[in-house]
Nanobody, 126 residues
Framework: QVQLVQSGGGLVQAGGSLRLSCTASGRTFSSLAMGWFRQAPGKDRESVAVISRNGGSTTYADSVKGRFTISRDYAKNTLYLQMNSLKPEDTAVYYC???????????????????WGQGTQVTVSS
């Protein structure tokens, strides 16, 4: 069983920055592909960014490319999402997710992920 505990998020003005963190426990961190997903009110959950188990592959949603960066720290068992140049349309509840993986790639398909964090609200004001 994998536990994911999120931190970060909050309220920021458009153009500002936030960093989300997600600390994993219960399984070897390097065995997990991980990702960030978000869900805005009335919308489906969507993939924001994913990263492979060894960190060698990352994939971003077109809407966040060039603004968001996903990374992972193996010494701290922690996944990060650095969000810059935030826009009001980035407002959503953000979730981290993990799945055991042997692949050098990470999928963006949310049903493929077995474990989820508790979610954290990100609100961007205009």
């Amino acid at each position: 069983q994998v536990q994911l505990v999120q931190s970060g998020g909050g309220l920021v003005q458009a153009g500002g920055s936030l960093r989300l963190s997600c600390t994993a426990s219960g399984r070897t961190f390097s065995s997990l592909a991980m990702g960030w997903f978000r869900q805005a009110p009335g919308k489906d959950r969507e993939s924001v960014a994913v990263i492979s188990r060894n960190g060698g592959s990352t994939t971003y949603a077109d809407s966040v490319k060039g603004r968001f960066t996903i990374s992972r720290d193996y010494a701290k068992n922690t996944l990060y999402l650095q969000m810059n140049s935030l826009k009001p349309e980035d407002t959503a509840v953000y979730y981290c997710a993990a799945r055991p993986s042997v692949s050098p790639m990470a999928t963006r398909t949310s049903p493929a992920y077995d474990y989820w964090g508790q979610g954290t609200q990100v609100t961007v004001s205009s």
